[in-house]
């Protein structure tokens, strides 16, 4: 089965979900929730991310992640959002034009310090309204840093409000009759969602999370909530840091007052198809939310685990987005939110040709192994022939003194040794014609190849089969069943067939009348029959055709008159 795993990294937290299974049934087999020990002020950075790194790192070891499946979830207080209409709807194209389209609504940015992404909310055939996350580099480089430091790569990253939609969106809470807002509060910031017929209509954050009171110097960005909230706000956002448990407990109190207020301006301001009916929380739990109601709307915690899913008991709130992360890393959700693209556009692209590369590489070692072994085993095949044609001359042309191998030399070769020595002695210069001696050489021993030749007695000419030899063959035949057949030939004799074709063999074609007596007819028959199996079954008889046969007058055998028997006698040893 799959594996994989989201991870959340906040300013103080961190959370981790390990899934095994199939986007639509899987199964949580780890989990881990756990605090850094940042500094006062909650930023994590200088020496602070080395001790975060080892904290982050020792609970992963402990629970053995899928290393090459990770999805990462960074704080949504670093992100704003932007809707935009675009005149078109190809994907490709806003791609490469969502960036400088969005740019001058992003005054608080450079906008090549930041990474875009965008979810298309509408469409019809001329344009589309598209809602546009823009989140700064710098701060998503911190938290990736930290995530390689403690010995993951995260194959992809999100924002906490992409992963809470893509877990609610696999539980059964969300429909295409009703509406919902989704809620994550996290240390310093609350991702909210609208969610309206099972489709997305709005994602915001408000600046304001559970731990606000002691997270000193974490200004919001450049437009926080400015007409929403205002500067009320981003005021608490940089408020000093205090530890007083009384001055605690109130500040806590009013972050959730605040939260409360802009959930019910959220819902009063959003267009929704069909109205809201409940609002799920997850993240950290805060007092006066869940069990409540919010401009007489019931607030929920969002529980988006199967039973017996393998998730806490209590405290699973807290798991949703890094399980929403986990989830998609497994193919599943809604939302493919990628603010990793501009990273990995480039190992992408190499990404997609890498392995087809590879393959060729293979099969090109392949073939040219294969065609060195064959190519190496024909040379070393021929190098031996060329060896032992060499060995053969040499002792044919200048003899064979081994010991054990007396070889004379051929009294026809002399003029090979005359040649040799008018070579030595200079009188072949390298300014003669010395490959028209060397032709003469070649044809004077092919002269002497050929005399030796007609010595030995190959004229080079074969000799027409014998009718003869033919003839006995048959004969023996009957001569080595004279205890089982009384034959008497009558005459006996004999063509040869010359053929002119090469593929067709030569033949003689023997011609026999006989007589075959025995007790009487039927007797006489059966042995003529076994006579031509018998003939049949003989390896250089190539056709033998039955003869009619005529009784007796005193019924004592029969009588064949021109028995044609084709025999081949280059088959008498096959």
């Given amino acids: ?48 991310i080395h001790s975060a790194a080892k904290t982050l790192g020792q609970a992963l070891q402990a629970h053995a992640i899928p290393a090459d499946n990770v999805g990462l979830v960074i704080d949504s207080a670093q992100a704003a959002f932007r809707r935009m209409t675009l005149p078109f709807t190809d994907r490709a194209k806003i791609e490469q ?6 740019e001058s609504q992003l005054p608080q940015w450079n906008i090549d310090d930041v990474i875009v992404d965008f979810h ?109 909230d205002g500067d009320e706000v981003a005021a608490e956002a940089s408020t000093p840091a205090v530890k007083d448990p009384v001055e605690t407990a109130r500040r806590t109190e009013q972050a959730i007052k605040r939260i409360r207020r802009e959930l019910g301006r959220t819902m009063s301001a959003v267009r929704t198809i069909h109205p809201i009916d409940a609002v799920y929380v997850c993240g950290m739990e805060l007092p006066g939310l869940v069990g409540e109601t919010i401009l007489d709307t019931p607030v929920y915690l969002l529980d988006c685990f199967d039973e017996d899913g393998g998730q806490p008991a209590d405290g699973y709130g807290q798991l949703v987005v890094a399980y929403g992360s986990a989830l998609r890393q497994l193919g599943g959700g809604v939302l493919s939110p990628s603010l990793r693209r501009e990273e990995l556009r480039y190992s992408g692209t190499w990404e997609r040709v890498e392995y087809p590369l590879c393959v060729a590489a293979m099969l090109l070692f392949f073939v040219l192994f294969f065609s060195w072994f064959i190519l190496g085993n024909e040379q070393k095949h021929l190098n031996e022939n060329v060896a032992w ?14 010991p054990g191998f007396l070889y004379p030399k051929s009294e026809d070769t002399k003029f090979v040794e005359e ?36 010595q030995a007695g190959n004229s080079g000419q074969s000799m027409p089969q014998s009718v003869f030899q033919a003839a006995n063959l048959v004969l023996g035949l009957i001569e080595s069943h004279k205890d089982d057949w009384r034959v008497s030939i009558r005459r006996i004799g004999g063509t040869y067939q010359h053929s002119r074709q090469q593929n067709k063999p030569s033949t003689v074609k023997i011609t026999l009348d006989a ?6 007819v039927i007797a006489a028959t059966n042995d003529y029959e076994d006579f031509n199996r018998e003939l049949a079954d003989m390896p250089w008889v190539v056709e033998i055709q039955t003869k009619n046969s005529e009784e007796l007058s005193d019924g004592s055998g029969i009588s064949v008159v021109g028995i044609p028997i084709t025999i081949n006698l280059d088959l008498i040893n096959s």
């Fill in 97 to 102: 034009v969502i960036k400088f389209e969005v």
């Fill in 419 to 454: 040649f040799k020595a008018k070579y030595e002695n200079g009188d072949y210069q390298l300014s003669d014609d010395l490959m028209a001696n060397l032709k003469g050489l070649e044809s004077q021993l092919g002269d002497a190849v050929i005399a030796l030749s007609d």
């Fill in 515 to 520: 007589v075959f007596l025995d007790k009487g």
């Fill in 1 to 48: 089965m799959a594996r994989s795993c989201g991870l959340r990294i906040g300013p103080r937290r961190f959370e981790f979900v390990i899934l095994d299974g199939s986007p639509k049934k899987h199964r949580i087999i780890g989990y881990h929730a756990g605090d850094f020990d940042a500094d006062s002020d909650g930023q994590i950075s200088g020496g602070e």
């Fill in 389 to 402: 044609w060499t060995k053969s001359l040499n002792k044919h042309l200048i003899g064979d003194v081994t």
């Fill in 120 to 228: 298309v909310l509408t469409e019809n055939e001329d344009s589309c309204e598209v809602l546009v996350t823009a989140v700064p580099k710098e701060g998503m480089q911190g938290t990736i840093e930290l995530a390689e430091k403690a010995g993951v790569e995260p194959l992809e990253a999100e924002i906490e409000a992409t992963a809470m939609i893509n877990a609610a969106m696999g539980a059964d809470i969300c429909h295409l009759d009703d509406a919902q807002v989704l809620v994550h509060i996290g240390e310093r910031s609350t991702s909210v969602a609208v969610i309206d017929a099972g489709e997305l209509r709005e994602m915001r954050v408000i600046h304001i999370g559970a731990l606000t009171h002691e997270v000193a110097g974490a200004p919001a960005p450049a437009d926080a909530e400015v007409g929403v």
